[in-house]
């Protein structure tokens, strides 16, 4: 297995071809993710965004290609395989449960049990929170003690987002795909979640970015893959590249 402190690849996506019936997904996209990377995806709505990290993170089966994580090759049967792996999805949606505080959200379908009296099994809450609380403070993250007990609706958007990141820092994701983090927020909040990334960035966490803003994907990543009608249209760095080319290669025009 080749050695990431040599430069090797954390992840490999190679020749990854997506139909639905008569519908071309995507075909032959290829691209490589360091740890501690950042990699933005950009293009339009069916651009193929959404199904590139479907078929990443485990929910879709590919077609064609290759997926190697680590070395590796790896195919999984569902999402959990590749959470398990250290593959983090968090959606737009954020995929918590309002009705829960920051622990239980945290744990969440993976929620430590004790002995109630030595006897009957129980959650343990108190462990869950505390341990909720120590990945946030990681992340430099500020919730008051007493929002912890709250159900997570009672926060604000980028504290919601802080939370979906939380949990999968807390279950140790190498790589972790963020899907549109700043849609739906306001100016600070995006900020925050700005700010977030690039800590994760120090931590060595290889990040797959999706944002429709340009001045997100510009702030906080090292590369910019532009899919465009299910095919990589162009990949740049981001320090020689601009918003004008960027758009030019979304939207199919000569350069």
Same mark, same amino acid.
């Given at each position: ?19 639905? *019936?008569?519908?071309? #997904? ?7 993710? !360091? $740890?501690? %990377? +950042? &990699? ?77 009296? *030595?006897?009957?099994? #129980? ?7 505390? !341990? $909720?609380? %120590? +990945? &946030? ?81 510009? #702030? ?36």
């Amino acid at each position: 297995m080749p050695s990431e402190a040599a430069g090797a690849p954390i992840l490999s996506v190679q020749g990854i071809t997506k139909r639905f *019936g008569g519908v071309q #997904a995507l075909t032959q996209v290829s691209f490589e993710l !360091a $740890a501690g %990377e +950042v &990699l933005a995806l950009a293009g339009d709505n069916g651009a193929g965004k959404s199904t590139l990290i479907k078929c990443i993170s485990g929910v879709h089966q590919p077609d064609e290609g290759e997926i190697r994580y680590k070395g590796q090759p790896v195919s999984f049967a569902g999402p959990r395989q590749a959470r398990d792996l250290g593959i983090e999805t968090i959606y737009q949606d954020l995929a918590l449960a309002d009705n829960l505080d920051v622990g239980a959200n945290v744990f969440l379908g993976r929620e430590p049990a004790r002995r109630y009296l *030595g006897l009957l099994p #129980a959650i343990d809450r108190r462990q869950m929170r505390a !341990a $909720a609380n %120590e +990945v &946030l403070k990681q992340l430099e993250i500020e919730i008051a003690p007493a929002k912890l007990t709250k159900p997570v609706r009672t926060l604000s958007g980028g504290q919601r987002q802080a939370v979906a990141i939380g949990r999968a820092i807390y279950w140790q994701a190498e790589i972790l795909i963020m899907d549109e983090p700043t849609a739906a927020l306001g100016v600070p909040e995006q900020r925050k979640v700005r700010e977030l990334i690039m800590r994760l960035k120090a931590k060595r966490v290889a990040i797959i970015f999706i944002s429709h803003n340009l001045q997100d994907i510009f #702030a906080v990543s090292d590369r910019i893959l532009v899919l465009r009608r299910g095919r990589a249209a162009g990949e740049r760095r981001i320090d020689v590249t601009d918003h004008d080319e960027i758009v030019k290669l979304m939207v199919g025009a000569d350069l």
